[in-house]
């Protein structure tokens, strides 16, 4: 053993010799593939056995296309689509973009709202007709802001001498606004329920139905025709 002296330390520091364990030797192992094996069953190679020859049936295949012409392909499609009745879409041929169908349905909707506007208009100048000439031959004049004085106080007005207490409430307004639209010269209300009580008031979907069968009248005229003109 060596003595080493350190004057900074001020005291004697052994040195030894250090030795490295020698390394041991690694062991590889190796290790052997395996292979894998199919067999075939005696089943599967009779079965294999019997089938038949795809290349055969592909050379009798070929050989039928190579021996059919070009004019027997032509003339077999043409025996074969002969056979076959086509149906004719007669509403497409009467009507293809669908115009007519349209063009029909709007003019009868257009035409059944027209009808019942002047059948409902007719029937409420009739009713409250001797209200009107009343308040036309009105007490408190002749001019037009005196005839809307007067209904106002007989049909509104319950304070007034000219309050008419005997009709209902519901009546009274209603007259009050079918004369006042018959003086002035405005829309007159259709839905009145006591001068259209004996009218029927169409709805949407009635006025729609009647339209939409108008329009397949129209369609089903057109195929009899066209029909009749082709034979």
């Known amino acids: 053993m060596d003595i080493t002296f350190d004057p900074r330390a001020r005291q004697i520091s ?10 041991q ?17 005696h089943e599967g190679q009779q079965a294999a056995a019997g089938a038949p020859d795809l290349d055969q049936s592909w050379e009798k295949l070929e050989a039928a296309l190579r021996s059919m012409s070009r004019d027997g392909s032509v003339s077999t499609l043409r025996e074969q ?16 973009d669908g115009q ?3 063009k029909s349905y709007f003019d009868s909707f257009v035409s059944q709202v027209t009808e019942f506007r002047d059948t409902a ?20 004049g002749r001019d037009l802001p005196s005839q809307l004085n007067f209904i106002a106080a007989k049909y509104q007005c319950s304070w007034t001498d000219y309050f008419d207490a005997s009709m209902p409430a ?13 003086l002035t010269g405005s829309g007159l209300r259709l839905n009145d329920p006591y001068a259209l009580k004996g009218i029927h008031i169409p ?12 329009a397949d009248d129209t369609i089903s005229a057109l195929v009899r025709q066209a029909k009749a003109d082709a034979g």
């Open 14 to 23: 052994p040195m030894r010799t250090a030795r490295s364990a020698a390394p």
């Open 25 to 41: 030797q690694r062991e590889t192992q190796t290790t052997g593939q395996s292979q894998d094996t199919m067999e075939i069953s």
């Open 81 to 96: 689509l002969g056979e076959q009745e086509l149906e004719i879409n007669w509403n497409a041929t009467v009507d293809p």
């Open 100 to 102: 007519i169908w349209c």
């Open 121 to 140: 208009e007719r029937a409420i100048k009739e009713h409250y007709a001797d209200a009107y000439q009343e308040a036309l031959n009105s007490p408190l």
């Open 170 to 182: 519901g009546e009274r307004q209603w007259t009050y606004t079918q004369v006042r639209a018959m």
């Open 203 to 214: 709805t949407d979907e009635e006025t729609s139905k009647n339209a939409r069968q108008a």
